[in-house]
């Protein structure tokens, strides 16, 4: 079988964006700022609707503002990725089919979550959503959020449904790689959503990463992804170690909420979240306010240092 039809390579620095809010509603100004930077800064491509991007707290109308919003900035030269899985196969094929219509790429499926479904059930979910809709598909597992995790054997069967173009593993275990390599076809994308091995999976041959620390950091993490891409190690682990201190102070709470307050510090964004989320505690806070100091601006605008400039911002 050969490779589905995509109408641009997805692979690199792919940013799980982040969704402003202002007063409870979508913030549709600060959303195109924040696309806007984030294709300045050369990023691979945009990840909309995910948990990173509290979608499931998301209605349909603005589901389909933030999708408006990225296709048409994106002017066709970087892949848009939409997330659009649930744990319902009905709601999932409409929701996949939405994106369609509005000129998504891709469509970010996640493994159907609380209901714990058997790996048989499993392959039907996604052998149904690949029938019903033209969207290129890649799985999103992610253990820790669905209580499930694919086998060997099912992601194999899963990459033979044709319309399925790639796995995402948010577990952070760089075994799978070579593990999952073996069962794979060579076009079919491996890809990580842990900023933490977002390095070392490129470097083992993984081919990017949906990442939430490039919405703070896009064009340094862009950098890393692409030298480790090209076998320049010596580069990427120098960048990997200077955002080391970023990617363990945006995981000690719930990412959506520290990602937002990262970008509240650097004066891009507001920090509002829905709930059930709520704000950063004092001491997340002060951990990410030290980890975002080498990348300030100042109140003009302007980098507070050329340091600053050169990592990225």
Known sequence: MGKPSLKRRIGGAITALVTPFRDGALDSVDLMVHVERQLLHGID????????????????????????ICVELSEGQTPVIVATGTNDTATTIE?????????????????????????????????????????????????SHTAIDLAPATIARLAD???????????????????????????????????????????AGGHGCFSGAANVVPRLFHSMQ??????????????????RPLFKALARESEPATVKHALALMRHMGPEVRLPLVGVTAETAAEIESAIAPFQFDGSG????????????
């Open 226 to 243: 692409h030298s480790a891409a090209c076998g320049h190690l010596s580069a990427s682990l120098s960048i990997d170690e200077r955002l």
């Open 95 to 143: 929701e996949t089919l939405q994106a369609q219509r509005l000129g998504a790429d891709a469509a970010l499926v996640t493994v159907p979550y609380y209901s714990k479904p058997t790996q048989k059930g499993v392959v039907h979910h996604f052998e149904q959503i690949a029938a019903r809709t033209g969207t290129p598909l890649i799985i999103h597992n992610q253990p």
């Open 302 to 313: 302007r980098p507070a240092s050329r340091q600053a400039f050169r990592l990225g911002l």
């Open 161 to 203: 449904i044709p319309g399925i173009v790639g796995i995402v593993d948010g577990s952070g275990d760089l075994l799978r790689i070579d593990l999952w390599r073996a069962l794979l076809p060579e076009w079919f994308g491996l890809y990580t959503s842990s900023d933490a091995s977002a390095l070392a999976f490129t470097a």
């Open 45 to 68: 491509g945009l990840l909309t609707c995910s948990l990173t991007g509290e979608g499931p707290t998301l209605t349909e109308a603005e589901r389909t503002r933030i999708i408006e």
